[in-house]
């Protein structure tokens, strides 16, 4: 079965440093994981996407995410944390068919001024 | 571009009635997912349609049901709704036959139970 862990339940960081948002995956092949943010009483938008290409993967609003097989993890990061990044971001993995999401229980992300 | 449609945004019932939730995917979209995110958390899926078929089944009660029509659109029926069906509905839908592995969502549908 497949599942994602998000260690973190709140992340708190200032505004203009380093975002890291952490997310370790279970799955019994190698899996489509995938990082999506919901600004609140909003949808949930598509951040990146890793689909067995390239291990480090570039998304929107310069986020990126590293699949590490050994640790198997799927972190997301950001160099520059900006105050419209405040939100909450849910790592999520795929099964084989893509019949289906497992969603992690979430990171809200606190951006002080 | 064309995102997925969901309506209605809220909808405000009572216990033990009915409601209809509609979802209008990507054009083109021949696949639905519809997903169930209660206060405070994380998304649950609840079953899928992939050319009106259901595809897969996750945590959907028996009191709710769903179908996909022709135009790819789907339904998801709720009845005898308790307190605890209120939730965000989230509708995604994607391209299988692409073996696209991206599910776009929807902005929600907001049931609050009284």
Redesign the interface.
Known sequence: AQSVTQLDSHVSVSEGTPVLLRCNYSSSYSPSLFWYVQHPNKGLQLLLKYTSAATLVKGINGFEAEFKKSETSFHLTKPSAHMSDAAEYFCVVSDRNFNKFYFGSGTKLNVKP | AAGVIQSPRHLIKEKRETATLKCYPIPRHDTV?W?QQGPGQ????LI?FYEKMQ??K?SIPDRFSAQQFSDYHSELNMSSLELGDSALY?C?S?L?RE??????????TRLTVL
């Open positions: 997912y997903y994380d998304p649950q899926f899928s595809s897969d996750g989230f995604a994607s299988e073996r696209t592995d991206t599910q776009y969502f929807g902005p929600g």
